[in-house]
């Protein structure tokens, strides 16, 4: 394995988050996944409730995320339509019970910037917007508040039906879409060390597509930006192990090692206490980290 797979060369890789500092040169920060939305595709709405959300949040970190993800708007276009005013009711109540639980980063999941400054204000660190900062004062918001912004890849963005999306390749265009956006997140004065990237596996996208976003991600990672991937139990992993929804954990764990492997220093998961389990391995065979018990190997 090269050099540069494992040493993506991240801009300002030491970087703090809310009241975390993490080095991405020789850690992975794990994101829980957390929906207040009734039809996440893997939680069916599990989590909708405000207790319910809460609880999984403050578990996820009890269980070793680093980060939790808060959403009220699913990126499906297989959703009645809410209002501004409705997405920041869903989040901002459990934003701001985690945030006062919590030292975790905490993100808000969301394309519109009204939601987005709610949230900041109840206490979110980062914004995590699946349309690519595309929507109209959304970075400004970021820019303003000096919030974390994760740019990710999509075509249609949340909540827009994509039919048959096609690529001539689909690596090298996430990454051109990429380094565009990241331009207008730095022209609308977002700093560098504030930016994330995320090419978007399976965000219209089909399973070919994400394996081979998956296969060459290095070319993502080599952008410069930590990279976030958001694997955790997506149809992709599901269609090529022929594998229903509840039974992709292995596969999750190793498509997200493997993108730890091609420079991945974010994992968006559903499945925390495992994705700790294998993330710790993973920086351990690196020589990132030592063992956490003592060797009793006396042979």
């Known amino acids: 394995m090269?050099?540069?797979?494992?040493?993506?060369?991240?801009?300002?890789?030491?970087?703090?988050?809310?009241?975390?500092?993490?080095?991405?040169?020789?850690?992975?920060?794990?994101?829980?996944?957390?929906n207040r939305t009734p039809n996440s595709f893997h939680d069916q709405g599990s989590t909708f409730e405000l207790d319910r959300a809460v609880e999984a949040?403050?578990?996820?970190?009890?269980?070793?995320?680093?980060?939790?993800?808060?959403?009220?708007?699913?990126?499906?276009?297989?959703?009645?339509?809410?209002?501004?005013?409705?997405?920041?009711?869903?989040?901002?109540?459990?934003?701001?019970?985690?945030?006062?639980?919590?030292?975790?980063?905490?993100?808000?999941?969301?394309?519109?910037?009204?939601?987005?400054?709610?949230?900041?204000?109840?206490?979110?660190?980062?914004?995590?917007?699946?349309?690519?900062?595309?929507?109209?004062?959304?970075?400004?918001?970021?820019?303003?508040?000096?919030?974390?912004?994760?740019?990710?890849?999509?075509?249609?963005?949340?909540?827009?039906?994509?039919?048959?999306?096609?690529?001539?390749?689909?690596?090298?265009?996430?990454?051109?879409?990429?380094?565009?956006?990241?331009?207008?997140?730095?022209?609308?004065?977002?700093?560098p060390e504030k930016i994330i990237i995320d090419p978007g596996h399976d965000l219209n996208k089909n399973t070919f597509h994400s394996l081979e976003l998956t296969r060459r991600l290095e070319e993502i990672t080599s952008i410069g930006y930590p990279t976030l991937v958001a694997l955790s139990n997506k149809d992709f992993i599901g269609e090529t192990l022929d594998r229903p929804q509840g039974e992709r954990k292995e596969g999750t764990i190793a498509a997200n090692v493997v993108s730890i492997l091609k420079g991945a220093r974010i994992l968006r998961v559903h499945d925390v206490a495992a994705t700790v389990a294998s993330v710790r391995m993973t920086e351990a065979v690196l020589g990132w980290r030592g063992p956490v018990a003592p060797s009793h190997n006396l042979a």
Do not use: C
């Not at 797979?5 to 801009?11: A, H, K, T, V």
């Not at 009241?19 to 040169?25: A, G, K, L």
């Not at 995320?65 to 409705?86: K, N, P």
């Not at 249609?156 to 207008?184: C, I, N």
């Open 2 to 34: 090269s050099g540069e797979e494992l040493s993506p060369g991240i801009i300002s890789p030491v970087r703090r988050f809310g009241r975390r500092e993490f080095d991405f040169e020789r850690q992975v920060a794990i994101m829980a996944i957390v």
């Open 57 to 191: 949040a403050t578990r996820a970190v009890d269980e070793g995320a680093d980060w939790v993800d808060i959403g009220g708007f699913a990126f499906s276009a297989a959703q009645a339509h809410i209002d501004v005013a409705e997405e920041i009711d869903r989040v901002a109540p459990v934003i701001a019970r985690v945030r006062a639980a919590t030292d975790a980063v905490i993100s808000v999941d969301t394309h519109r910037p009204e939601v987005a400054r709610a949230a900041l204000e109840a206490g979110a660190d980062v914004i995590n917007d699946t349309n690519g900062l595309r929507e109209p004062g959304l970075a400004e918001v970021a820019a303003e508040t000096g919030a974390g912004v994760i740019v990710t890849h999509s075509l249609g963005g949340p909540g827009r039906r994509v039919f048959r999306p096609s690529y001539a390749d689909v690596v090298s265009e996430v990454a051109d879409f990429l380094r565009e956006r990241v331009s207008a997140a730095l022209k609308a004065g977002i700093l």
